[in-house]
């Protein structure tokens, strides 16, 4: 007998051991249909994500990996004390790579303008810096946490996030 008449003789061997061959077919079809979703979602998913950027260079070819842009993004937002970077994506979407970054904001930031501001940051660095903003697509950013207190402070611990948040008191009074 191949595996396949072994297959078939166990599921008929199941149902009538079930003695509910109909709830038994459909649970194993259920599961089945929920493996099939899992499997295409886990390839749609894998196949956007890039490992680098691959950059023509004049004696050859320059290989910037997706973890030296997440550090190099990283050091940007690092800029911007009302925000602090949790993770950052690369995805290619044909020629261009668009850039998923997500942050957590502190209290009193201005969101359009931070998101602006961060992307025009972000492209004016990867210009002087790798010579890549002519393959930067969009800039996505993601706010996942709006804190009470300043962005950097969150991160800093909680003696000097007392301080930071006198800081804040003393500059908007």
Same mark, same amino acid.
């Given at each position: ?21 109909? =709830? ?18 886990? +390839? ?47 995805? *290619? @979407? ?7 970054? @997500? ?13 602006? +501001? ?10 002087? !810096? ?7 697509? !969009? ?12 962005? !950097? ?11 930071? *948040? ?5 500059? =908007?009074?």
């Amino acid at each position: 007998m191949s595996m396949l008449d072994y297959a078939v003789d166990w599921i008929r061997n199941s149902w009538a051991a079930q003695g509910m061959g109909f =709830l038994f077919g459909m649970a194993v079809g259920i599961a089945l249909f929920l493996m099939l979703q899992i499997f295409l979602w886990l +390839r749609t998913r894998a196949r956007n994500r890039c490992p680098g950027i691959l950059v023509p260079c004049r004696n050859g070819d320059l290989f910037i990996a997706s973890t030296a842009m997440r550090e190099f993004v990283r050091r940007i937002c690092g800029e911007f004390p009302e925000a602090t970077m949790k993770s950052m994506v690369m995805e *290619q @979407v044909g020629d261009e790579f668009v850039l998923n970054i @997500v942050v957590h904001v502190g209290h009193g930031a201005r969101l359009v303008a931070l998101g602006d +501001r961060l992307g025009d940051r972000i492209k004016a660095e990867a210009q002087d !810096k790798l010579g890549i903003s002519s393959r930067l697509g !969009k800039i996505h950013l993601t706010v996942v946490h709006l804190s009470t207190r300043l962005g !950097k402070a969150e991160a800093m611990g909680d003696e000097d996030a007392e301080d930071a *948040q006198e800081e804040e008191t003393e500059y =908007l009074a």
